[in-house]
């Protein structure tokens, strides 16, 4: 049974003496959060923006070193952030490699199971086909409807007054995801393959429209490195948990 409130707001608290101990916190906002004197052994924590913030523990901030292991631990990655033309197809080439190693390592049993709340690598396939159709088809190509109807779409989407018509509401089998991510993943490279430094400073629409950023095509594509490697980095913790 869970405990969630999802209402309510602890903004401001104060919390002495309290246990938090085996608490989870999903799509929380801790920023700005002031810690002193906790014990925090075992404290397990996924932020998907930290590259663009800081994280301070013991007066250092963790952030650098963060990122300098997962750039360790997925060689490639890195090129996320690559501003040339010749940048951002090399760090195509490692991601959709790096992909292509754990779809091809993962047991055919694991492929549509997860853990708690979490995609299964299925269901993280058809993100990535949402990520390509919604950054690269919508933004840079400006296709008038460049969504698949088997993308996943974030759960917030439906309070941003998204159509969600657009998407199946049945199951989708892993054969037709596999194929439609394939073509998906193809048209990147396409695009890659011809694209020069004054197309990557072509200025786009921002798919979701949210925060008035003017993404740049280059912006665009930078964005769906950073999904690809983000994702894979939470299929292979999750799998791993899977398979334990």
Known sequence: MSNS????????????????????????????????????????????????????????????????????LFPGRELQTAQSP????????????????????????????????EWSLAQTLRHLVLVTDAWLRGSVLKIEQPFH?????????????????IFRSGDVSVEETLATRAERQQMVTDFLATVTADDLATECDNPWGVDGWRPTAGDCLRV???EEWAHLRYMKRDLALLAG
Not at 33 to 62: E, H, K, P, W, Y
Not at 107 to 117: K, S, T
Not at 149 to 165: H, N, R
């Open 149 to 165: 109807e088997i993308g996943q779409i974030f759960s917030s989407a439906t309070e941003m007054g998204f159509d969600m018509s």
């Open 224 to 226: 769906i490195l950073e």
């Open 86 to 117: 010749e940048g951002l197809r090399d760090g195509w080439v490692a991601v959709q490699a790096a992909w292509e190693t754990a779809v091809e390592n993962t047991p055919e049993r694991l492929m549509e199971a997860n853990v708690e709340d």
């Open 5 to 72: 409130s999802p209402s309510q707001d602890f903004e401001g608290a104060t919390f002495v003496g309290t246990s938090f101990k085996g608490a989870a916190m999903r799509k929380c906002d801790l920023s700005n959060v002031t810690m002193r004197s906790v014990d925090v052994n075992g404290l397990d924590i996924d932020g998907q923006d930290l590259l663009f913030g800081s994280l301070i523990i013991n007066g250092v901030d963790a952030v650098p070193l963060i990122e300098a292991e997962l750039n360790r």
